[in-house]
Every structure is written in structure tokens, then in C-alpha cells.
Nanobody
Framework: QVQLVESGGGLVQPGGSLRLSCAASGSIATISTMGWYRQAPGKSREEVAHLTTSGSTNYADSVQGRFSISADNAKNTVYLQMNSLKPEDTAVYYC??????????WGQGTQVTVSS
């Protein structure tokens, strides 16, 4: 089992920045990939970014060049640095972890609101 605890959401003005954190605990050695999805009312769920344990990353076209995913392995924590935020980035952001046997684990979600 893997447990994920998210933090870092909040209210920010357009053009501002936030950094989300996702701290993993439990069977951490089983994780192959960690990433972030977001869900906004009336919109489909969208994968924002993911990071494999080998270091490869992928980003949604909508956030390419603005968001960056990284990890601090010593702290078992994955981060999502969000820059140049836009109102359309407003959503609940969910961290996920994928195990080597394709089990998926979810964080509790953290609200990001971009508004002036």
C-alpha cells in the first residue's frame, strides 16, 4: 500500500506561481511513476504531468513550458512547480502513484484557484 498526502494548493493571481507537494509513504519501493491529474467542474479529467523513477517526464500540452514536475527522493516527495498560472488552471489537483504491478494510488486532492 502507498499513501499520498498533498499540500501547497491555494489562491493565486494570474501570472503567479504555486508549488504543490505530494509526500509518499508505505510501500514506496513499489512505485514506478508519480504524477498529477486535475479536475475542474464541467471539464474532463486531465493528466498534467508525470515522472518515472528513471527520471523521464511528460507534460500536457496545456501546461508545457509553464509547469515542472520533480522529485526529492530523500523525502519521498514529488513536486509540481506551476508558473505563469492562468484562470483555466483552476482545478482540484490530484497526485497519483503507479506501482510496478499497475496498482494506482491517489492523493486527497488540493484546490488551486487562479483568479484576480
Amino acid at each position: 500500500q502507498v499513501q499520498l498526502v498533498e499540500s501547497g494548493g491555494g489562491l493565486v493571481q494570474p501570472g503567479g506561481s504555486l508549488r504543490l507537494s505530494c509526500a509518499a509513504s508505505g510501500s514506496i519501493a513499489t512505485i514506478s511513476t508519480m504524477g498529477w491529474y486535475r479536475q475542474a467542474p464541467g471539464k474532463s479529467r486531465e493528466e498534467v504531468a508525470h515522472l518515472t523513477t528513471s527520471g523521464s517526464t511528460n507534460y500536457a500540452d496545456s501546461v508545457q513550458g509553464r509547469f515542472s514536475i520533480s522529485a526529492d527522493n530523500a523525502k519521498n516527495t514529488v513536486y509540481l512547480q506551476m508558473n505563469s498560472l492562468k484562470p483555466e488552471d483552476t482545478a482540484v489537483y490530484y497526485c497519483y502513484a503507479l506501482s510496478h504491478v499497475r496498482n494506482i494510488y491517489w492523493g486527497q486532492g488540493t484546490q488551486v484557484t487562479v483568479s484576480s
